[in-house]
């Protein structure tokens, strides 16, 4: 009898038999099986949060892999062992066109790299932390000097802190940032990789488990003689996985920009409509399409979605941990559409790499699963082909219209997205809005494969 779970698990076991006899190459063929077996079975399952948590309760085979790799760190082909490993375990639901053997060597991704660009591709494993880097100089492996449970202990104590709850909803009147504490984390996640990422400016990094929902930006680098944020240091993105991991500068693709204000928007009209209004000042020639009030509309937006090359939402937001499919935007009604345009409608847009820009509440949080990352609204937009999805983490607070202002500011000068974000970051700080609550949970994520 074909028992496809049964012989996951069975060539699993002999993986982590094979690796503790030091047969790498042989543990990973085995793993390798184990994975095809799985993947086999979450291809057949319809929607995406059931995929994600099929592969997601079987993550001890990467863990399997990754950490037998790891066992032969100083072996010259485990740089490209982990990123075929890295590939297989993150990113599928965004990227399911991409097979173990489809993945972009590391060389190809060295050469597409500018001397002020690195990759950090991140895996936290059962007990075990490490981090792949690629620059145009090649690739390193580091397995770094932390924990796992001392690593996620940590984000969320930051976390708990800085976006404190009372039932479901953030206590913004208590939001604080432990200094020491984002220092403590800069330190266990970069200053083990700095003569790697010496003279970098720009990174991509690929996160994994708890460090999805880590502002990497607002880590510290020093505290004295003043704070110095890695904002200051660094322009920042995410990316699903190295397989949607290019050279970076990706522009803002052609076609008008699409605006869309629901009736919710972030409960205020009035920054709703200095968003609008720095959204015109920014579109140029491109030309800007507005869908306000009654106009915002699910029919709408699934009209004008396509040729957009700018996809704005000033809405209001709600994830959906228990049911990620359920995860929604506020619009208004017409007819039949009840106004709420969920996670699994979403899934039929048909994005040709718009820019996604989701001024909202927690549109990057969601239900969390090892290795599969969040599943939130953003990443229903990648699937959808999205080039990139600008997403928070926690509920924005009354900056965010000022946030998207300097945003679109720097984006009508020519900058590129990830440069346009760092830039309306560091004005946001300049503007009295200092505490990392107000800036820290706008992550720019890109797939520019």
Excluded at 351 to 357: K, Q, R, S, Y
Aim: proline fraction near 6%.
């Amino acid at each position: 009898m074909h028992a496809p779970q049964l012989e996951a698990e069975l060539h699993g076991r002999y993986g982590e038999a094979l690796a503790a006899l030091g047969r790498t190459p042989e543990a990973l063929a085995a793993f390798g099986r184990a994975a095809d077996q799985t993947d086999s079975i979450a291809r057949s399952l319809a929607l995406d949060p059931a995929r994600a948590g099929f592969r997601a309760a079987r993550i001890h085979i990467s863990n399997g892999a990754l950490a037998a790799v790891l066992g032969r760190a100083s072996d010259q082909r485990a740089p490209e062992w982990y990123g075929a490993w890295s590939v297989r375990r993150k990113g599928r639901g965004v990227l399911d066109k991409w097979a173990a053997t489809s993945a972009p060597s590391l060389s190809a991704i060295e050469r597409s790299l500018a001397p002020d660009h690195a990759v950090i591709d991140y895996a936290v494993l059962d007990t075990a932390v490490a981090a792949l880097v690629v620059t145009n100089r090649g690739a390193v492996l580091r397995q770094l000097p932390v924990a796992a449970d001392s690593l996620k202990a940590r984000i969320g104590a930051l976390l708990a802190q800085l976006a404190p709850r009372i039932g479901s909803q953030v206590d913004t009147a208590h939001a604080a940032f432990d200094v020491r504490l984002a220092e403590r984390l800069y330190a266990d996640l970069f200053v083990p990789l700095a003569p790697v990422l010496e003279g970098r400016t720009r990174l991509s990094i690929v996160a994994d488990g708890p460090l999805h929902l880590l502002p990497f930006d607002a880590l510290v680098v020093s505290s004295t003689p003043e704070v110095t944020y890695a904002l200051d240091r660094y322009t920042v993105t995410l990316a699903p996985s190295l397989a949607a991991v290019g050279g970076g500068d990706r522009r803002v693709p052609a076609g008008p920009m699409v605006a869309v204000a629901g009736p919710s928007a972030g409960g205020s009209v009035e920054g709703s409509n200095q968003e609008l209004r720095a959204l015109a000042a920014a579109s140029g020639v491109r030309g800007l399409i507005v869908l306000q009030g009654a106009q915002a509309t699910e029919a709408a937006v699934r009209q004008n979605a396509p040729t957009a090359g700018l996809l704005h939402f000033a809405a209001h937001a709600r994830p959906n941990d228990a049911e990620p499919a359920f995860a929604h935007l506020t619009l208004s009604p017409q007819g039949e559409d009840d106004g709420l345009l969920h996670a699994y409608e979403l899934g039929e847009l048909r994005l040709p790499g718009t820019l996604v820009v989701l001024s909202a509440c927690e549109t990057g949080a969601g239900r969390l699963l090892g290795g599969e990352g969040v599943l939130s609204l953003s990443r229903v937009f990648l699937r959808s082909g999205a080039s990139g999805t600008v997403a928070t983490l926690w509920p924005v607070g009354p900056a965010t219209a000022d946030l998207m202002q300097a945003f679109y500011g720097a984006l009508s000068r020519g900058a590129p997205p990830a440069a346009a974000l760092r830039e309306a970051k560091l004005a946001l700080r300049r503007g009295g809005w200092s505490n990392p609550f107000h800036w820290a949970p706008f992550q720019l994520v890109t797939r520019d494969r």
